[in-house]
Nanobody, 126 residues
């Protein structure tokens, strides 16, 4: 049974850094997507960073607003989101998600993802 558990959220001043972690258990299959989503009040959950892996290819994708500041990576059973130069606009509840299949660009809709963590809150103050 796949389970995702996020950690690493907290409060940080603008310009600071924070690294989120997502522990993933029971990964199966050879091709899968993982992504970090964020949710702010009044807006839909949105993927900000996606990670695709297969036996031959790894791929990362980012929305424009976080390019150059956020880095998604995987180390064994953990998915990370390194966030630098944080801005107040980055404040949100962050979720990791996973889906097994043949997608490459993992910046997908929330409904495309099968497994979800419970979220970790990031607050960036001015």
């Amino acid at each position: 049974q796949v389970q995702l558990v996020e950690s690493g959220g907290g409060s940080v001043q603008a310009g600071g850094s924070l690294t989120l972690s997502c522990e993933v258990t029971d990964i199966t299959g050879t091709r899968w997507c993982m992504a970090w989503f964020r949710k702010v009040p009044g807006k839909e959950r949105e993927a900000v960073a996606g990670f695709y892996t297969s036996t031959t290819t790894d791929r990362t994708d980012y929305i424009d607003s976080v390019k150059g500041r956020f880095t998604i990576s995987r180390d064994k059973s953990k998915l990370y989101l390194q966030m630098n130069s944080l801005k107040p606009e980055d404040s949100a509840m962050y979720y990791c998600a996973a889906v097994w299949g043949y997608r490459q660009n993992c910046l997908l809709r929330p409904t495309d993802y099968t497994y979800w963590g419970q979220g970790t809150r990031v607050t960036v103050s001015q």
